[in-house]
Each structure stands twice: as structure tokens, then as C-alpha cells.
């Protein structure tokens, strides 16, 4: 019997209220301009951390948004680990930024996520001689930069280094997922780790920067054994190789409408789906990890509507691309 957090779960309970009704998510791609959607926004209960005075605001809101929510779950969560599973996709993003910043010379600070490895950080991680002192991680994070930066010199392809550092990853994602030792929890992050890599193939890279040596580096889950076979698969052979996994009916949906361009909030959808789960057991951190996956899939709606708005996206053709709801 998995065991009951009843602090933590009465909050989760009370932090349900802060999600956006099917109405107001409406609302906000409805909304004629950017101004109009912070309006809409703001008569929500959506912001629990930040407090955005104008539109302009909204995109640094967002940001400060999401820290709120993972500096709250850290502090109710009996296991640190179930934070430090969201906050690895931040460590991975500056990795990739730290590697072609070094790669191309160019000056890319302002592309980093506000996080504990970022460039001083990773600088400091990649220079430094005495990995005696530093934990696993902060040598897994070593590895990647080096190996990273060395497949570059080698084969000038920021495709093959972005799959490296997806490898490093879904590796720790599964690695922090083991320890947690809850296997609901364990099968939704191999399913993220999973719907990454699909992401990969629903973008048919060119095969020609891929190498069998660099396939091998791919770590864990369902997908992982049968990433080369899918990249160098026709359509209908990708499908029939999928057949067995959870991912069947997703990619046949995305085939046979042929929008590839839509696998994310696809991928996104079917993660929502598991995080419904969340929502019907009173039993371990499941009820927090859904939850936090849930928000963090919601800013990133938020996001894309306001990034929408300012392009001048229909809101048919932003609705295509918006997460399902957290909802029963």
C-alpha cells in the first residue's frame, strides 16, 4: 500500500481551483489582441505567484509563474526528487544553449532558462578538474558538455548534439523516476521520454548526420530500442512498428491527418490524459507530480496563445495547438 500525505494532498486539492475552465481558456483564444488576453487572464484565478501589471509583462510573468509553482512543490513534496524531474528539462535546454554558444562563438545569454546550471555554472562545471568533489549528476552534466562539444568538432551537426543531449536527458529522467519507485509516476516520465524521441521522427531529420555509434546513446524506455528503425522507416512502416507500444493510435491519428506539425500538443494531450489520473487516487506523490506536470502544461497553453495573438494566428488554428484541459 503506497503510502498517504495528507498535508500534501489536501493542497494539491485546493490547488485544483487555479486551473483555467474550458470557458476562459476560450475566452483567451478569442481574445482580439495581447491586451485583450491579459484582461482575460487576470479575471482568472491562473496566477498564484505572479503579479503582471500589463501585456508586456505577461511573458516574464510566465516564467515566474512556473518557478512559483516548482519552489511551492518543493516545499509540500516528502521527495525532492519528484521537483527535480520538471527542473531537468531546464539543465538540458541551457546545456544545448551552452554547446552552440560555444560552437558558434555567438553571444546566446539571453537564451538560458533561469536555473542553478546555467552558463557561470556550466562554465564552471566544464573547466573544473576536480570531479572527486562533485555529485553524479554534476559529472553526468560534464560528460554531456564534453561529449557534446567533441561530436561537434567532429561532425559539425547541432542535430546530433541536440540528440545527445536528449539522451543525457531521458536518462536522468528515468534515473529519478526509479528511485521515487512509483510506478504510475514511472510510466508517465518513460512515456515524456518516450513522446521526445517520437518528436525526433515526426520532424524526419536528415538520417545522414545519424550514426549507429550515436543511436547506442539513446537511453531507456519503449522507443529508445527502435529510434533507428523508425528514422530510417517509410511512413507505413513506422506505423506497423509502433503497433505494440501506447503510441499506435497517436501516430496513426497524426499519419493519416498528416499534421506532424501538431505532434507536441498531441504528445501534450496524451500526458494530460495520464494526469487524470492523478486526480482519483489519495495515495503517494502521484496526486503532486500530475498536478505539477498538469500547471507546467498549462503555462506553456498560456504561452503559445500569447505568442499567437502576436503573430496574428486565427483562434481556429490556435485551438489545433492548444493542451487539453485538467480536468476528470
Known amino acids: 500500500m503506497q503510502e498517504v500525505f495528507p498535508r500534501m494532498n489536501t493542497l494539491v486539492k485546493l490547488r485544483e481551483n487555479t486551473f483555467l475552465k474550458s470557458s476562459e481558456r476560450g475566452e483567451l483564444m478569442r481574445a482580439a489582441s495581447a491586451d485583450a488576453l491579459y ?15 500589463a501585456a508586456e509583462d ?8 512556473k518557478k512559483g509553482w516548482l519552489d511551492w ?4 513534496s516528502p521527495d525532492p526528487r519528484v521537483v527535480e524531474i520538471f527542473k531537468l528539462q531546464d539543465v538540458a535546454h541551457n ?49 554531456t558538455l564534453q561529449d557534446a562539444l567533441g561530436d561537434f568538432a567532429t561532425y559539425r551537426s547541432f542535430l546530433r548534439t541536440d540528440l545527445i543531449v536528449k539522451f543525457f536527458y531521458h536518462g536522468q529522467l528515468l534515473r529519478l523516476t526509479r528511485e521515487i519507485g512509483d510506478q504510475q509516476i514511472e510510466e508517465i516520465v518513460t512515456a515524456m521520454a518516450d513522446l521526445d524521441l517520437l518528436s525526433v521522427v515526426a520532424q524526419q531529420p536528415d538520417m545522414g548526420d545519424i550514426t549507429p555509434s550515436l543511436l547506442e546513446k539513446a537511453q531507456g524506455g519503449l522507443i529508445a530500442p527502435r529510434l533507428g528503425a523508425l528514422l530510417k522507416a517509410s511512413p507505413a512502416e513506422q506505423t506497423e512498428i509502433l503497433r505494440a507500444t501506447p503510441y499506435d493510435k ?32 489519495p495515495f503517494g506523490l502521484l496526486p503532486l507530480f500530475t498536478l505539477l506536470l498538469a500547471k507546467l502544461l ?11 495573438k502576436r503573430t ?6 490556435i485551438a489545433k495547438r492548444v493542451r487539453d484541459e485538467y480536468a476528470v
Not at 544553449?97 to 562545471?125: H, I, N, W
Open 95 to 143: 546545456i544545448r544553449v551552452f554547446v552552440k554558444e560555444r560552437a558558434t562563438g555567438r553571444d546566446l545569454a539571453a537564451l538560458y532558462e533561469p536555473s542553478e546550471y546555467a552558463k557561470d555554472a556550466l562554465t564552471a562545471l566544464l573547466e573544473d578538474e576536480g570531479d572527486k568533489e562533485r555529485s553524479d549528476f554534476e559529472r553526468a552534466v560534464k560528460a
Open 39 to 53: 484582461k482575460s487572464l487576470m479575471s482568472t484565478e491562473f496566477f498564484c505567484f505572479a503579479q503582471p501589471k
Open 58 to 65: 505577461l511573458p516574464a510573468a510566465l516564467d515566474v509563474e
Open 298 to 308: 498549462e503555462i506553456r497553453s498560456v504561452r503559445l496563445i500569447l505568442e499567437s
Open 250 to 281: 497517436l501516430w496513426e491519428n497524426l499519419a493519416r491527418q498528416s499534421s506532424w506539425e501538431l505532434f507536441d500538443a498531441a504528445a501534450d494531450n496524451f500526458l494530460m490524459e495520464k494526469c487524470r489520473a492523478g486526480r482519483l487516487t
Open 73 to 76: 512543490a518543493r516545499e509540500i
Open 312 to 317: 496574428g494566428a486565427e483562434p481556429g488554428e
